[in-house]
């Protein structure tokens, strides 16, 4: 069993993320194509529809998380993009192209692939597979709000400093100093 306010956590911090990334991606939608066009993975007759459809589909797993009874199918559609992702980025790092913008950055930020992505991919995926589990019967209290607000904004910031920080890890590569 999950605790309530537990699972309005992650929900909240999944809703977060998708809803980001939903935005991100129908936006630009073309900026979006173009990134997902490099990663070889999809006939390009293909890559027009796919663009969108993921946003769309990020957009989906957003609205399904904050209502309990489809709280099960939101995540688990919200684990099946993370798959995807993860193994969109494996494929194109084992063929050796770690030059590839993630597609995830938005907001104009480039960010090479890196396994590091694959690592927080699959997390997501695991915390996002706590919500299958049947919710404690316990009412929610004002202090659970509280906790809630200040996991949701601890979660935001160590998202982004993480990507952040292993973003530019990244993009220095091995043996680079940092130094322009």
């Known amino acids: 069993m999950i605790d309530p306010a537990l699972a309005l956590l992650i929900s909240s911090c999944a809703m977060l993320l998708f809803g980001a990334a939903a935005a991100h991606k129908l936006r630009a939608v073309g900026e979006f194509a173009q ?3 490099q990663y070889r993975l999809l006939p390009a007759a293909f890559i027009r529809i796919a663009g969108p459809a993921l946003g769309l589909m990020e957009f989906a ?3 399904g998380l904050p209502w309990p009874a489809l709280r099960p199918v939101g995540a688990a559609a919200g684990v099946v993009l993370l798959l995807m ?3 969109a980025i494996t494929i194109n790092l084992a063929r050796g192209r770690r030059d590839l913008d993630c597609g995830c950055g938005g907001f104009g930020r480039r960010t090479r692939i890196g396994s590091w992505m694959v690592v927080r ?8 597979c706590f919500l299958k589990l049947p919710e404690a019967s316990r009412s929610l209290e004002s202090a659970d709000a509280v906790t809630i607000a200040g996991g949701v904004i601890a979660a935001s910031f160590l998202y ?7 973003g530019q890890v990244t993009t220095r590569g091995p043996g680079s100093t940092g130094r322009s």
Not at 160 to 166: A, W
């Open 35 to 37: 990134t997902l066009a």
């Open 61 to 63: 797993v957003c609205l």
């Open 121 to 128: 991919n699959l997390s997501l995926a695991c915390m996002l």
């Open 160 to 166: 982004l400093s993480c990507d952040v920080l292993l």
């Open 85 to 87: 992702y993860s193994a």
